[in-house]
T-cell receptor, first 114, second 113 residues
């Protein structure tokens, strides 16, 4: 497919476990973003990758959250020692380089922490 | 810091009628872009329309248009001839030089038959 692909679509895990969420951006898009959407809320910025530049991690809520982007393409968001407040939909977006390039979103991963 | 505010958590409209969703924002930057995104139950965020802050002319995309009042920092979305498929959560968003999007809280729009 040509769109942003995220996996898994849904993830249920126990409190304290680690989880990995995957994002496969649109081919050729150098910018990649992670956002978090808590129930009934707007989207909260987490992290932004642009080409080979150092990522903007200023939105990560705690040191339990980390993300990497290998080979300038696929990205993985990792949450360690999950807490119930981590339950949310995690959305990934990608875009071409440059200001005002529209961001294209995936369908998100719904994470539920028991 | 950038903020985006949507003061209408829910709205409803009859099919074929017109509805306006409100959005206000705040930023100290002079160059920015404004967007409206639609999120149906499928969760995917779909870009509806965008406006460049330095352009005075209001953007239009088919049945969707905006009323951009730069001095008032207001960016409302008008949907004409509402259709059942327009039922969704609508988010107003702003992009400044940092490239991240700052989103409002969203407005749940329901189009009734």
């Amino acid at each position: 497919g040509a769109g942003v692909s995220q996996s898994p679509s849904n993830k249920v895990t126990e409190k304290g476990k680690d989880v990995e969420l995957r994002c496969d951006p649109i081919s050729g898009h150098t910018a990649l973003y992670w956002y978090r959407q808590s129930l009934g809320q707007g989207l909260e910025f987490l992290i932004y990758f642009q080409g080979n530049s150092a990522p903007d991690k200023s939105g990560l809520p705690s040191d339990r959250f980390s993300a990497e982007r290998t080979g300038g393409s696929v990205s993985t968001l990792t949450i360690q020692r999950t807490q119930q407040e981590d339950s949310a939909v995690y959305l990934c977006a990608s875009s071409l380089e440059g200001f005002n390039q529209p961001q294209h979103f995936g369908d998100g991963t719904r994470l539920s922490i028991l | 810091a950038q903020t985006v505010t949507q003061s209408q958590p829910e709205m409803s409209v009859q099919e074929a009628e017109t509805v306006t969703l409100s959005c206000t924002y705040d930023t100290s930057e002079s160059n920015y872009y404004l967007f409206w995104y639609k999120q149906p139950p499928s969760r995917q965020m779909i870009l509806v329309i965008r406006q460049e802050a330095y352009k005075q002319q209001n953007a239009t995309e088919n049945r969707f248009s905006v009323n951009f009042q730069k001095a008032a920092k207001s960016f409302s979305l008008k949907i004409s001839d509402s259709q059942l498929g327009d039922t969704a959560m609508y988010f107003c968003a702003m992009e400044t030089s940092g490239s991240r999007l700052t989103f409002g809280e969203g407005t749940q729009l329901t189009v009734n038959p």
